[in-house]
């Protein structure tokens, strides 16, 4: 299933983005759902996952500050994020899976997940 994220752009450190994520003519339902993120010249990392049952999975250097929702009405997944800093300019991607996981470095790794969005740019400058 594709995904399509967007919200992104340019802010000042400091201050707020949302990002969404949506299925087109599907429901975002997967029993996992979860936010990476690439920085240029780096490799793609996990942000942060949200588990069927509602348990919401961050990157240590995330949490606190971003908070994983979705909202089954909107079929949408969200990824708030307050708080920015300059190192949280990449591309961000969510991602899908139909699996549940009980282990909890299996929400971490990006094969874990095999639907995905075409990423939308946050740039944060300092």
């Known amino acids: 299933v594709q995904l399509q994220a967007s919200g992104g752009g340019l802010v000042q450190a400091g201050e707020s983005l949302r990002l969404s994520c949506t299925a087109p003519?599907?429901?975002?339902?997967?029993?996992?759902l979860a936010w990476f993120r690439q920085a240029p010249g780096k490799e793609r990392e996990f942000v942060a996952a949200?588990?069927?049952?509602?348990?919401?999975y961050y990157q240590d250097s995330v949490e606190g500050r971003f908070t994983i929702t979705r909202d089954l009405s909107k079929n949408t997944l969200y990824l708030q994020m307050n708080s920015l800093k300059p190192e949280d300019t990449a591309v961000y991607y969510c991602?899908?899976?139909?699996?549940?996981?009980?282990?909890?470095?299996?929400?971490?790794?990006?094969?874990?997940?095999?639907?995905w969005g075409q990423g939308t740019q946050v740039t944060v400058s300092s």
């Open positions: 991602a899908g899976s139909p699996r549940i996981y009980t282990r909890r470095s299996s929400y971490y790794q990006s094969t874990s997940y095999n639907s």
């Open positions: 003519g599907r429901t975002v339902l997967s029993n996992t």
């Open positions: 949200i588990a069927r049952s509602g348990g919401e």
